[in-house]
Each structure stands twice: as structure tokens, then as C-alpha cells.
């Protein structure tokens, strides 16, 4: 008897390992039919370009009659960001994904820089006499921040939005101002300025739609967004160097005559801002 039960459960181990070898090939050709699996975001990489209305503005002078109420901070603006994910979280795929759920990014940690240019602000006062102070202002900012955005998504493949806040340096490219008169083109001269670099705080809000979704990848490789910023930022001005007529001399906001508005040193370079771009996720 026990000789006869030692063959049985042979055959019976023997009949299993059989079994799963034969069902093994099924299983991987089942798993090969699978989609490749929501794949989360490794980073990403944003551009936009967009223009910033001054905020806080400053007298800077007169045109005619109308005051020009201006921001250093006013502009066009060129922006380079990266993104890199901190807390993934999972939403339901609308779009119908196998899995049910797809990988998004609620917290992201993104470093940022560009190009802020800003040309406006010219002032034509009248000085009495029939003439006339034409002050043409230049500058340019070379940001560079670090700050955070929460997302809220609203599925696979739908929109998502996002609010950010941060801040950084705002590296001075250009300041300057051209000065010229109506009655004495040999009187024109010119205010460089080199303030110490400004330190700046932003806060944002976005939406961000997918452009490229794969439901097998749950995931999008690249997106379109728009973005409103408001940047809280004020430079100062302590001297300058003038130049006109082959010299060259330095001053201050408190001792130039020439400089009509604004006598303080500190000028505004806050606005708010509005930029549309491309994002590019790599997952």
C-alpha cells in the first residue's frame, strides 16, 4: 500500500509541474497583450513666452498731458523651466486606460530662468521755453528662481491646473536711460545704471492641457499650458555712471537735476504677467 501511494503522488507532482509548463507560454503571451503600464513623469521641460503689465507703478514723467505711470517689471518675457516631480499621487483615467487609474504629479519641485525685457516708460516733459526732455528707459532681467506648484488633475488625458509660488535673483542684463533735448541734439547723455541684484517673490496659477496622450502610457509627452504670475520685486538705485559728449561722470537719484521722476532710489519692478507654452514630459 504505501509503495502503491508513493507512485500516486508522484503522478500527481509529475501532472502539476506538467500543467504549469504548459500553461506558462499562455501566461506570457497574455502579459505581452498587456499595455506597457502608466508610467509616471521622470521631469519636465517648459518654454513660453509671454508680457508682464506693471504692478506697483511709479511717476516717471510726463507725455503732454498724460502721466506715464510705469514698471520696470513691465515687458515681454521669455521663460525655461524644469520640473521635477516630488509626490506622485494616481487619478481615475477618463479616457479608459486598463488599469483604471493613471500616475500624475501633485507636488513638483521647478527651477526656472529667461529673458524679461521691458522698452516702455519714455517721457516727453516739458522744460520750459518750447523744450522738451525725451527720457527713453531700457531693462532687462535675467531671472533665476526656484519655487513649488500643486496640481489638482481632472483624469487621464484631461486638464489639469496648478498654483505655484517661489522666488529668486533677478540678474540685471540692462538699465539704463537715454535722455535727449528738443532744441539741443549735443545735450542728449546717457544714465547706466548698476543696481545691486534684486531679490524677487511670484506666485502663479496655471492650465495645462495634454496634447498627446497615450491611454496604454497614461501619460502625455507633451502639453500646452497658460500661466498668470504676479512677480513682487523692487530694484534701487543708489548711483550711475552719465555719459554724453565724450565725458563721463557719476551721480545719484538725490543729486541729478535732470532726472525729473522719480527722485527716490527705489524703483518698482513688480507686474503681472500672463505667458503661453510648450511642456515637454519625459516618462
Not at 503600464?37 to 519636465?44: A, K, R, V
Not at 522698452?119 to 520750459?128: A, K, M, V, Y
Not at 538705485?237 to 522719480?262: C, E, F, K, M
Amino acid at each position: 500500500m504505501k509503495k502503491r501511494y508513493r507512485h500516486t503522488r508522484t503522478f500527481a507532482l509529475y501532472a502539476v509541474a506538467m500543467g504549469i509548463l504548459i500553461a506558462s507560454p499562455a501566461l506570457r503571451a497574455q502579459d505581452a497583450n498587456q499595455p506597457s503600464g502608466d508610467l509616471p513623469t521622470l521631469f519636465s521641460v517648459k518654454a513660453s513666452a509671454g508680457y508682464g503689465f506693471g504692478r506697483a507703478t511709479q511717476l516717471y514723467g510726463y507725455d503732454g498731458n498724460s502721466q506715464i505711470w510705469w514698471s520696470t517689471g513691465q515687458g515681454a518675457k521669455l521663460n525655461l523651466a524644469l520640473d521635477l516631480p516630488i509626490l506622485p499621487i494616481d487619478v481615475v483615467d477618463s479616457l479608459g486606460s486598463n488599469s483604471g487609474t493613471v500616475p500624475v504629479v501633485g507636488l513638483e519641485l521647478e527651477a526656472a530662468s529667461g529673458y524679461d525685457l521691458s522698452t516702455g516708460g519714455t517721457t516727453n516733459d516739458p522744460l520750459g521755453n518750447g523744450t522738451i526732455q525725451t527720457t527713453t528707459r531700457t531693462t532687462s532681467y535675467i531671472p533665476v528662481t526656484l519655487g513649488l506648484n500643486v496640481r489638482s488633475n481632472f483624469g487621464g488625458g484631461l486638464p489639469s491646473i496648478y498654483i505655484g509660488a517661489g522666488g529668486g535673483v533677478y540678474i540685471v542684463g540692462a538699465y539704463q536711460e537715454d535722455v535727449s533735448y528738443s532744441n539741443n541734439a549735443s545735450g542728449s547723455f546717457t544714465r547706466k545704471m548698476t543696481p545691486p541684484i534684486p531679490f524677487g517673490l511670484y506666485g502663479a496659477i496655471g492650465f495645462e492641457l495634454p496634447l498627446m496622450y497615450d491611454p496604454d502610457a497614461g501619460n502625455s509627452m507633451f502639453d500646452l499650458f497658460a500661466e498668470v504670475r504676479l512677480t513682487e520685486m523692487t530694484s534701487y538705485i543708489y548711483n550711475y555712471d552719465v555719459t554724453g559728449g565724450g565725458q563721463s561722470a557719476t551721480n545719484s537719484p538725490l543729486a541729478d537735476q535732470t532726472l525729473l521722476y522719480p527722485k527716490d532710489e527705489a524703483r518698482s519692478a513688480s507686474s503681472v504677467s500672463l505667458s503661453l507654452g510648450f511642456k515637454f514630459n519625459l516618462y
